[in-house]
């Protein structure tokens, strides 16, 4: 399914077989696109921040990114133009924004966790060919854990 080669800083990886997932930057992947790598600019903030970017060869890239919230936080993203639409993941209520842009496209996937206070948004970009499915990238976020 996925490389370990080239990808993350070995010291960012741990395999738990177990559990049929990989943890980079403190995030846990039970699925990872076929043809996709974790690139080594990912960063964790301990439990509080993470984010993981995942490139194929053509120049796609997803963004995974788990940000804890307070009362005080905004949480901005760029969904002008798009369409929108409600998914659950994982028993939350979701919404998926998709934007063509004639040769490029975006998908951006975002849910609350209320109860741990975390948001979660997962981006899909670039160009239209050979793109990220929504339902590839709704099956990524059913097997995230954070």
Not at 45 to 58: A, S, T
Not at 125 to 137: I, M, P, V
């Amino acid at each position: 399914m996925f490389s370990l080669n080239g990808g993350a800083n070995s010291s960012d990886i741990v395999e738990d077989h177990k559990n049929h997932k990989s943890i980079y930057y403190d995030l846990g992947f039970e699925w990872i696109p076929e043809g996709y790598e974790v690139g080594d600019n990912g960063w964790a903030d301990g439990k509080k921040n993470r984010l993981v970017c995942i490139y194929d060869q053509e120049g796609h890239r997803i963004d995974v990114n788990v940000v804890q919230y307070s009362e005080k936080t905004i949480h901005k993203f760029d969904s002008e133009e798009s369409r929108k639409s409600n998914v659950e993941i994982q028993g939350y209520s979701a919404t998926l924004y998709e934007k063509d842009l004639d040769s490029v496209y975006s998908q951006t996937l975002v849910w609350l966790d209320e109860e741990n206070h975390y948001i979660i948004q997962i981006t899909s970009t670039g160009e239209a060919k050979n793109a990220l499915t929504s339902d590839q990238l709704v099956m990524l976020a059913e097997g995230l854990r954070w």
